[in-house]
């Protein structure tokens, strides 16, 4: 089991930015893949970023693409997920998860742990 831990989470006027962090416990001994996904108000959870466990290949939605940057420290077992030119529509409850096994890194099926979430408020 992997134990998922989010902070960073804030209010901020549209034009700044926040850095969440996901904190990593348990069996974190084995590979993961870690990602970050939101989820609106009445919206799906949606993908956000992804980064494979050497830190080499990074993935993003086109829709925060330029703008967020997906990080991890894998001695520190903690991801980060830098959030720059925050707009209103960046609103939402941001998740972090964690893969052992392969597959789409978009697709919320492929993780198999989740954090509870941190409330990203973006006012314009």
């Known amino acids: 089991q992997v134990q998922l831990v989010e902070s960073g989470g804030g209010l901020v006027q549209a034009g700044g930015s926040l850095r969440l962090s996901c904190a990593a416990s348990g069996r974190t001994g084995s590979s993961y893949t870690m990602g970050w996904f939101r989820q609106a108000p009445g919206k799906e959870r949606e993908f956000v970023a992804a980064?494979?466990?050497?830190?080499?290949?990074?993935y993003y939605a086109d829709s925060v693409k330029g703008r967020f940057t997906i990080s991890r420290d894998n001695v520190k077992n903690t991801g980060y997920l830098q959030m720059n030119s925050l707009k209103p529509e960046d609103t939402a409850v941001y998740y972090c998860?964690?893969?052992?096994?392969?597959?789409?890194?978009?697709?919320?099926?492929?993780?198999?742990?989740w954090g509870q979430g941190t409330q990203v408020t973006v006012s314009s």
């Open positions: 980064i494979n466990w050497s830190g080499g290949s990074t």
């Open positions: 998860a964690a893969a052992r096994k392969s597959g789409s890194y978009y697709a919320r099926g492929t993780y198999d742990y």
